[in-house]
């Protein structure tokens, strides 16, 4: 699985914005795999930010972002979004797509995830 992330950019705070996660090489619906978004904000570790089932169902949150993002997935269109509403500073951060056949391992075990893209800068500015 290839993943690609779009839609980062520069806004003030109290903006929305809506990332993308473009995947090839292997359809999300095809198999059981799962699909997360994590930030890394300069000179912090890597942190998970939201995890969506493989049929959309089931969602998971950071307690962070718990009320203004939300995460999502068409798997005809093999793409995955996270809407960030109510931006903050502190959401300041690259933001990575990651996926793997297992959920537990997105929002638990990130070192055993298996497939990242490369990552989308957004800066929230106060």
């Known amino acids: 699985v290839h993943l690609v992330e779009s839609g980062g950019g520069l806004v003030q705070a109290g903006d929305s914005l809506r990332l993308s996660c473009t995947a090839s090489?292997?359809?999300?619906?095809?198999?059981?795999?799962?699909v997360g978004w994590f930030r890394q904000a300069t000179g912090k570790e890597r942190e998970f930010v939201a995890a969506v089932s493989t049929s959309g169902e089931s969602t998971y949150y950071a307690d962070s972002v718990k009320g203004r993002f939300t995460i999502s997935r068409d798997n005809a269109k093999n793409m995955v979004y996270l809407t960030m509403n109510n931006l903050k500073p502190d959401d300041t951060a690259v933001y990575y797509c990651a996926a793997d056949g297992l959920m537990h391992s997105l929002v638990e075990r990130p070192t055993d995830v298996d497939y990242w893209g490369k990552g989308t800068l957004v800066t929230v500015s106060s």
């Open positions: 090489g292997r359809a999300f619906s095809e198999y059981s795999i799962a």
